[in-house]
């Protein structure tokens, strides 16, 4: 069955500083895609990057990029230049191309807190 | 465009009490879910739908029924409430291939007192 885990309950990072979000999935199917989301305090889920298992090189969208090692199953986020708006609770989360549905699993969550 | 339609925001519930939890898209999105989240544990899949009139269950269905008589939505149902079910309820919907983004819902507040 397909898994996320986030092992980092909590970050702290400063500002305009970068910082890595760990997300490692465990799966047996040969195509699956991952997901990030923010979910600030205000409680929304905003989509934040999408890496695709076929996918021959690391996603970026802006300041975020997606640190895919797939011999690794690890597909950290890497959020560069933080600001104070980036705090927040982050959530990598998995889907199987052909088991399970089509679900999107998550992980349990990294909160984020950027310091001025 | 209003995207995916979640009401209410907020609900106070007794133990034993019955409600439903409405959700509508607008997307013409086969593949709509359901999720509760609670700290600690990431957002859960309650039950998911791939498509008008069928439904499956996910990691915690327990507890919550849910029907799909038309594309457009899919009602969570809580025949009796319990206290375990306090909880944030995201519903979400997708399009069809495997980088579809979910979209969500704004979510609702939900206490059983």
């Known amino acids: 069955a397909q898994k996320i885990t986030q092992t980092q309950p909590g970050m702290f990072v400063q500002e305009k500083e970068a910082v890595t979000l760990d997300c490692t999935y465990d799966t047996s199917d040969p195509s699956y895609g991952l997901f990030w989301y923010k979910q600030p305090s205000s409680g929304e889920m905003i989509f934040l990057i999408y890496q695709g298992s076929y996918d021959q090189q690391n996603a970026t969208e802006g300041r975020y990029s997606l640190n895919f090692q797939k011999a690794r199953k690890s597909a950290n986020l890497v959020i560069s230049a933080s600001q104070l708006g980036d705090s927040a609770m982050y959530f990598c989360?998995?889907?199987?191309?052909?088991?399970?549905?089509?679900?999107?699993?998550f992980g349990q969550g990294t909160e984020l807190s950027v310091k001025p | 465009n209003a995207g995916v339609t979640q009401t209410p925001k907020f609900q106070v519930l007794k133990t034993g009490q019955s409600m439903t939890l409405q959700c509508a898209q607008d997307?013409?999105?086969?593949?709509m879910s359901w999720y509760r989240q609670d700290p600690g544990m990431g957002l859960r899949l309650i039950h998911y739908?791939?498509?008008?009139?069928?439904?499956d269950q996910g990691e915690v269905p327990n507890g919550y029924n849910v029907s799909r008589s038309t594309t457009e939505d899919f009602p969570l149902r809580l025949l009796s409430a319990a206290p375990s079910q306090t909880s944030v309820y995201f519903c979400a919907s997708r399009g069809p291939g495997l980088n579809e983004k979910l979209f969500f819902g704004s979510g609702t507040q939900l206490s059983v007192l």
């Open positions: 739908s791939v498509g008008a009139g069928i439904t």
């Open positions: 989360a998995m889907r199987e191309a052909y088991n399970q549905g089509g679900k999107l699993i």
């Open positions: 997307m013409n999105h086969e593949y």
